[in-house]
């Protein structure tokens, strides 16, 4: 380990800059935002450092630098263009026993600045020792992705509760345990959304009844397959579960962010193919909750758009069950996306339909009427069992037979396969097509050919019927 990671507090605490310019601003800032006492010393100043001398945030001490200048403060920063200044102020850092950082010049600093995620009291600072500080700076963005804005608040609002925490649990281990629960359940959602008072509200209520622990759902779409879909919310929730019961439609490289020791239930429905009942799936739900565990009820694409979502949560309603609904990149807008097919355009539908292929227990038709119209595109979810039937009933109501239709198979994935061709070959088209498939009905997808950009294969049904590679 080239560098010991300390958090220093430079509140009120005098530390000197050499240098005005853009570089010097940016360390500036970040020690104002620490309540340090800057003192620069510098021949010129930039205009954001101008302005901050005019508003008195900073003392501007001098234009030469002079050695006895270091005697009085915290630390140095040499952030100069002048390499032979540089060097001075390193030896009379050095010469002193102050810490001093060269921008910019690794072999010359006794300390470093690490790339910041700041959510004050939270902290996390990443570090290369200087030796790739932009691979730092991208893994600091992947972690801001990972940590909500509003972390701080929780940190905030649990150190108000401290000493209350203390005085009731005397073991450390006792409020370790009880911090541990409280900051993987409900009373983080609370507070990083912003709603103090019901974290609040949630802590006292641990801390009054902390034997009990109250299970929670959380319904969460899982998006139409590419793990760049999955939301960051999504992403954040299967951390925390214990246990998480996925659909068929769930990508393995979606499953593989869940948390590692999370138990696995696989629920999954399958056209003709044995699958869990949908009653036995919510008392599943229900069951697992009651037992004070975490249930992520993982779906493919958005949960609220034929995924049964709501039918499973009034199941956690009517056993009086907290939940959580994160929503999902739905396979109409994911598919058709990856696909290049727009599901509306100025020049070729105003409007979007999404519907089922299955047909309802009651028997009721959809209105073919409203569907065949020609000015809006058809998005098909679970289409390609009854594509023949689809087709057949468009065609009867009006739409022509030359319609433009495709089918994505396995949209949005790596092996996602794109097949275009009319109306009237609809059923081959699907019976060709890997799945799960979406089926697409409507003059939008002429714009395949034109916008795809995930990938550079599709096909098409000629009108010999037979499947034509397209390069």
């Not at 040499?78 to 060097?87: G, M």
């Not at 193919?273 to 229900?286: D, K």
């Not at 089922?356 to 979810?381: F, M, N, V």
Request: charged share 25%; glycine share 8%.
């Amino acid at each position: 380990m080239d560098y010991l990671p300390l958090f220093a507090e430079l509140k009120n605490r005098p530390v000197l800059v050499i240098g005005g310019g853009e570089i010097a601003s940016r360390k500036i800032d970040l020690l104002l935002r620490a309540n340090a006492i800057v003192h620069i010393a510098a021949r010129e100043l930039s205009e954001e450092v101008s302005a901050l001398v005019n508003d008195k945030k900073v003392l501007w001490i001098a234009k030469e630098y002079q050695p006895s200048y270091i005697d009085q403060v915290f630390f140095v920063i040499a952030a100069t263009d002048d390499s032979v200044l540089n060097e001075r102020v390193y030896q009379d850092a050095q010469r002193k026993f102050k810490l001093v950082n060269v921008v910019d010049d690794q072999a010359r600093c006794s300390f470093i600045f690490p790339s910041i995620v700041d959510r004050s009291p939270i902290i996390v600072a990443i570090s290369s020792a200087g030796t790739a500080p932009v691979l730092a700076r991208s893994l600091r963005e992947k972690i801001e992705t990972l940590l909500p804005a509003r972390l701080g608040d929780a940190a905030q609002l649990a150190g108000q509760w401290r000493d209350r925490v203390k005085q009731r649990f005397h073991r450390m281990a006792d409020r370790r345990r009880f911090w541990e629960r409280l900051f993987n359940g409900e009373y983080l959602h609370h507070a990083t959304a912003g709603n103090l008072p019901q974290a609040e509200k949630l802590l006292a209520e641990s801390l009054d009844d902390p034997i009990s622990a109250r299970g929670e759902i959380y319904l969460v779409g899982g998006g139409p397959g590419d793990p760049g879909l999955l939301t960051l919310r999504g992403l954040q929730v299967m951390q925390l579960a214990d246990v998480v019961l996925y659909d068929h439609l769930v990508s393995e490289e979606v499953l593989d962010l869940v948390r590692r020791d999370a138990e696995r239930i696989c629920v999954g429905k399958r056209a003709g193919a044995h699958s869990v009942p949908q009653e036995e799936t919510n008392q599943l739900l229900v069951t697992l909750a009651l037992q004070g565990k975490k249930v992520v009820r993982l779906k493919g694409g958005d949960p609220f758009i034929f995924g049964r979502g709501g039918e499973e949560l009034e199941a956690a309603v009517a056993a009086n069950i907290p939940f959580q609904v994160v929503p999902g990149i739905t396979a109409a807008a994911g598919a058709t996306a990856y696909a290049g097919i727009p599901l509306t355009h100025r020049d070729y539908a105003q409007s979007a339909v999404f519907i089922t292929g299955h047909c309802r227990k009651d028997g009721r038709e959809p209105d073919w009427a409203a569907l065949a119209l020609s000015d809006q595109t058809l998005a098909i979810y679970m289409g390609t069992v009854k594509a023949a039937e689809i087709s057949r009933r468009l065609i009867e109501h009006g739409r022509a037979a030359e319609t433009p239709v495709a089918v994505i198979g396995r949209g949005t994935r790596q092996n996602q396969q794109v097949l275009t061709g009319r109306l009237d070959q609809l059923a081959d088209l699907a019976a060709a097509a890997p799945t799960p498939a979406l089926v697409v009905i409507g003059e939008v997808v002429h714009l395949h050919k034109h916008l795809a950009w995930f990938q550079k294969s599709s096909a098409s049904i000629t009108s010999s019927s037979a499947l034509t590679p397209i390069i």
